[in-house]
T-cell receptor, first 108, second 113 residues
Framework: GDQVEQSPSALSLHEGTGSALRCNFTTTMRAVQWFQQNSRGSLINLFY?????KENGRLKSTFNSKESYSTLHIRDAQLEDSGTYFC??????????WGSGTKLIIKP | DMKVTQMPRYLIKRMGENVLLECGQDMSHETMYWYRQDPGLGLQLIYI???????SEGDIPKGYRVSRKKREHFSLILDSAKTNQTSVYFC????????????FGSGTRLTVL
């Protein structure tokens, strides 16, 4: 079936650095959401995008529905950014399809 | 304050016992969800509810049923729990038809012995 491929599966960053997480979609999606699952297991919504780019503090996300991908950029990483990041894409049939997550470790 | 509340936070049951997981939200969201998450994996949709008494099966509904008698409450029921239902269960809600931002509860860690 239609899928969401999330990469990398794991990532280690030093405090103060940055990187990008990516989700590729096998078909055109209507929208994408990004979540952080923190060390306590809570799922926190970060962004909802139907198109374009949104920024919130040190996080920025882009959704390109034509080219079927979305990215989440983290800059100036802090220890509390550690966790697992999930994207979830809204299919044309309104089903939400989840990626398998990127485990992010921030090192002091 | 927008909140999805799940009870209980931790639960241990014996195989064959009935399990009731409760979820509430204070945002008047129409759509509510039950997911399970197993170690190292993403979320799997069990059931989705579009409003009171308007529930649909998700990807893994077998062994589960749900009840939504009030918009703000959505319950997940395991009749005769099995050991392979040991998991972390998350409830979520969203406005409209489910095409909006999801808000998650803090999860219930269920162990079936």
């Amino acid at each position: 079936g239609d899928q969401v491929e999330q990469s990398p599966s794991a990532l280690s960053l030093h405090e103060g650095t940055g990187s990008a997480l990516r989700c590729n979609f096998t078909t055109t999606m209507r929208a994408v959401q990004w979540f952080q699952q923190n060390s306590r297991g809570s799922l926190i919504n970060l962004f909802y995008l139907a198109s374009g780019t949104k920024e919130n503090g040190r996080l920025k996300s882009t959704f390109n529905s034509k080219e079927s991908y979305s990215t989440l950029h983290i800059r100036d990483a802090q220890l509390e950014d550690s966790g697992t990041y999930f994207c979830a894409a809204l299919h044309s049939n309104y089903q939400l399809i989840w990626g398998s997550g990127t485990k992010l470790i921030i090192k002091p | 304050d927008m909140k999805v509340t799940q009870m209980p936070r931790y639960l241990i049951k014996r195989m064959g016992e009935n399990v009731l997981l409760e979820c509430g939200q204070d945002m008047s969201h129409e759509t509510m969800y039950w997911y399970r998450q197993d170690p190292g994996l993403g979320l799997q949709l069990i059931y989705i509810s579009y409003d009171v008494d308007s529930n649909s099966e998700g990807d893994i509904p077998k062994g589960y049923r749900v009840s939504r008698k009030k918009r703000e409450h959505f319950s997940l029921i395991l009749d005769s729990a099995k050991t392979n239902q040991t998991s972390v269960y998350f409830c979520a809600s969203s406005s409209g038809t489910g095409a909006e931002t999801l808000y998650f509860g803090s999860g219930t860690r269920l162990t079936v012995l």
